[in-house]
Every structure is written in C-alpha cells, then in structure tokens.
C-alpha cells in the first residue's frame, strides 16, 4: 500500500480516537476510499448528529494535495477554513499536524454545539 495511502488511513484512525464523548447515542465511524491511481478521500462521520470531517486529496511522485473541511452527509459546508494544504510527499505528515489540530478541535466544538442545539432532540 501507498504511504500516503497508509497515512491518511492512520490519521483519520487517530483522529477519531481522539474524539471522546459521554453521549451513549453519539456514534463514529470512520474509513477512507482510493479512486483512481493518485486520489483518496478519508472521513470521520458523527451519528445521528450527521457531521463529517473530510480529508481529501491526492498526490504525484513529489507532492500531497489535502483540502480539510467539516460538513453536513448531504454536503453543506461547516467548515474549510483549512483547505488546499500542499507538502512534500516526504513530509505531509509533519505538514499538515498543525492544521489537523485545528480542525479536529473545530470537529469536537462544531459537534458538541450540534448536540446541544434544540433540533438534536
């Protein structure tokens, strides 16, 4: 398997073991699929509060291409203020760590703001 391949499937993992709840009915499923010989797309998807954070990209011989964004499953925008992330394909990882960050505790706030609000009832 591609190393990009390994480390979008490893950060996603890692992500959404970060994200803790004590909300019995909130489930998380995570995963990513691969299309074409360059292009992948990894999610973390919040049940039933049905917010999703995307990780999408693709790359060459020498550079990854990442956009990051948080969204509803039918495609309304949260989130992208963290989009179009280009690294050196030996460095995404240290690369796009600070911008993981961010997001991942912009997913956390988004979803706990969701989960309050009066229509999560």
Same mark, same amino acid.
């Given at each position: 398997? *591609?190393?990009?391949?390994?480390?979008?499937?490893?950060?996603?993992?890692?992500?959404?073991?970060?994200?803790?709840?004590? +909300?019995?009915?909130?489930?998380?499923?995570?995963?990513?699929? +691969?299309?074409?010989?360059?292009? +992948?797309?990894?999610?973390?998807?919040? &049940?039933? &509060?049905?917010?999703? &954070? &995307?990780?999408?990209?693709?790359?060459?011989?020498?550079?990854?291409?990442?956009?990051?964004?948080?969204?509803?499953? *039918?495609?309304?925008?949260?989130? *992208?203020?963290?989009?179009?992330?280009?690294?050196?394909?030996?460095?995404?990882?240290?690369?796009?760590?600070?911008?993981?960050?961010?997001?991942?505790?912009?997913?956390?706030?988004?979803?706990?703001?969701?989960?309050?609000?009066?229509?999560?009832?």
């Amino acid at each position: 398997m *591609d190393i990009i391949k390994e480390q979008m499937l490893g950060i996603t993992a890692e992500i959404a073991g970060s994200v803790e709840f004590s +909300f019995s009915e909130v489930h998380i499923n995570h995963g990513a699929y +691969f299309w074409g010989k360059n292009n +992948f797309t990894a999610y973390i998807s919040v &049940l039933p &509060l049905e917010i999703e &954070l &995307l990780i999408e990209g693709g790359f060459d011989e020498r550079t990854v291409t990442i956009a990051l964004e948080i969204c509803t499953p *039918d495609g309304e925008i949260i989130a *992208d203020d963290f989009s179009a992330i280009q690294s050196p394909k030996e460095n995404v990882r240290k690369t796009i760590t600070p911008y993981l960050d961010a997001i991942s505790s912009r997913f956390i706030t988004e979803i706990k703001n969701k989960k309050q609000s009066p229509s999560a009832e």
